[in-house]
T-cell receptor, first 116, second 108 residues
């Protein structure tokens, strides 16, 4: 069974540009979570999608947005990139919230975004 | 305020030693996760606990709900166990709150 896949592995952008990161969850998982891990900092919750809907978001500005597609894959978009957006962006998936096993997360390998 | 604290921040030990990493949280939780992050960033979910104790190979995780405390133990530690270990908590909602992580280095 394929795990959670993220693309691209690495992405280099300049200030003011937009970045799009993608995540494909494990088959059967409908919830997708996005996390940011900036250098020297811990993981911070960004966004949660479940069955196509945004369910919750962390304390990030509106420049950070995303969506979930009918096949439950997800995109994270970061507009007007700033230097401090340089980080590892991790995606995790789980079964539908409220179902058995919903607390079991599977993480992707991450996408490293560098903003110059 | 929902907080998660881990200790120690850094831990260096000799191969074969018994390792303990601690996690404390501020209020009641619905679940606690132990995660392992290797250099390069990949994260593996080791355990999800809501009570008691779980064991997988050389790894043991315990949680004391009354004391709001969890421990991750590694028996017969090995250099390949070197990684950052992260405690993450569900405070009754779907968002995970993460500890700052414990960087473990096992010396051969």
């Amino acid at each position: 069974e394929a795990g959670v896949t993220q693309s691209p592995t690495h992405l280099i952008k300049t200030r003011g540009q937009q970045a799009t990161l993608r995540c494909s969850p494990i088959s059967g998982h409908t919830s997708v979570y996005w996390y940011q891990q900036a250098l020297g900092l811990g993981l911070q919750f960004l966004l949660w999608y479940d069955e196509g809907e945004e369910r919750n978001r962390g304390n990030f500005p509106p420049r950070f947005s995303g969506r979930q597609f009918p096949n439950y894959s997800s995109e994270l978009n970061v507009n007007a990139l700033e230097l401090e957006d340089s980080a590892l962006y991790l995606c995790a998936s789980s079964r539908r919230w409220g179902s058995s096993g919903a607390n079991v997360l599977t993480f992707g390998a991450g996408s490293r975004l560098t903003v110059l | 305020k929902n907080e998660v604290e881990q200790s120690p921040q850094n831990l260096t030990a000799q191969e074969g030693e018994f390792i303990t990493i601690n996690c404390s949280y501020s209020v009641g939780i619905s679940a606690l996760h132990w995660l392992q992050q290797h250099p390069g960033g990949g994260i593996v979910s080791l355990f999800m606990l809501s009570s008691g104790k779980k064991k997988h190979g050389r790894l043991i995780a315990t949680i004391n709900i009354q004391e709001k405390h969890s421990s991750l133990h590694i028996t017969a530690s090995h250099p390949r166990d070197s990684a950052v270990y992260i405690c993450a908590v569900n405070f009754g909602n779907e968002k995970l709150t993460f500890g700052t992580g414990t960087r473990l280095t096992i010396i051969p």
